[in-house]
């Protein structure tokens, strides 16, 4: 199948294949919503975004955030799934156990549960530990969305909350994968990035059968904020494009990669993945 950046952008008149982001704003402009957004535009689909909440947020932290109310939430996703269309999406910050409710009862009645793919990003902390969902929403994000989902996307720290184990090695990622699939995902994908002690960073997809592995060498950087929205997006982008899991998993993986080999700085604090990466001729991606 025709890698999702060999595909031409959407044509005059023609409609291109559309995804939806439920997640939360980053006010910085590295993660959440806007780093979906910029990846889907980079990846030919049109983007649509459910908004969860609003996040006060630059490249020193999270100082606060602001829950956007339920029925608001449920009404983009109704809103744009009756007219628009969704062919693929993906959740990131949800914040709290309503509003994570609010979207599993949402895209049932919408009638996408189990017809469109769902990649469940379960965003508990921003990249230096910041809560950005409650910690009493943790039995909600484990027994009521993760096993609506087609594709589960957790880091190392949110593997840690959800099962309780830590990974340290191949064996303890691969108990983490069984674990996590046993909440009734189809596919799991436990993200090594944050073994920092290891050289490769390591992803490893599981579907209760067969493990695959993604793996890429290292990148020396602290820029790297929003790698793992980057990731889902594109991952979404290329499910929407029709790539099976595995396909969109591997795709995802090399672009997010391009995306932190061309991390730049910004403010005082961590940088940002460069989710253009792809427009640089100059070869640093
Ligand atoms: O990268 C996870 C994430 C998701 N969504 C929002 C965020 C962050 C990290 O900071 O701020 C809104």
């Given at each position: 199948m025709t890698d999702p950046t060999e595909l031409p952008p959407a044509a005059p008149g023609h409609t291109p294949r559309r995804v939806m982001t439920i997640a939360g704003s980053d006010s910085g402009g590295s993660a959440g919503l806007q780093a979906d957004m910029r990846t889907f535009a980079m990846l030919g689909v049109h983007g649509c975004a459910a908004v969860t909440a609003v996040t006060v947020q630059n490249t020193l932290g999270v100082s606060a955030f602001h829950e956007v109310p339920t029925d608001v939430v449920a009404g983009q996703i109704t809103a744009v799934a009756g007219?628009?269309?969704?062919?693929a999406a993906k959740t990131g910050m949800l914040a709290s156990t309503a509003i994570i409710r609010a979207v599993v009862a949402t895209w049932r009645s919408a009638g996408l549960t189990g017809s469109v793919p769902l990649l469940v990003d379960?965003?508990?902390?921003?990249?230096?530990?910041?809560?950005?969902?409650?910690?009493?929403a943790l039995d909600a994000m484990r027994h009521e969305l993760i096993p609506t989902a087609t594709l589960i996307t957790p880091n190392l720290d949110e593997v840690r909350l959800l099962v309780g184990i830590d990974v340290v090695d191949d064996a303890t990622q691969r108990e983490a994968a069984r674990a996590l699939h046993a909440l009734g995902p189809q596919w799991t994908l436990v993200k090594?990035?944050?073994?920092?002690?290891?050289?490769i960073s390591s992803d490893l997809l599981f579907d209760g059968a067969d493990f695959h592995e993604y793996a890429a060498s290292r990148v020396?950087?602290?820029?790297?904020?929003g790698a793992g929205d980057t990731l889902a997006a594109a991952i979404t982008a290329a499910l929407a494009h029709g790539h099976t899991v595995p396909e969109a998993v591997g795709f995802g993986k090399r672009w997010v990669t391009d995306c932190i080999h061309a991390a730049y700085p910004l403010g005082h604090g961590l940088g940002t993945v460069n989710g253009l990466a792809r427009l640089l001729d100059d070869g640093s991606a």
């Open positions: 007219d628009i269309g969704i062919e379960p965003v508990c902390a921003s990249n230096v530990g910041e809560p950005l969902l409650h910690p009493s090594g990035g944050h073994l920092r002690t290891s050289r020396d950087t602290r820029d790297d904020h």
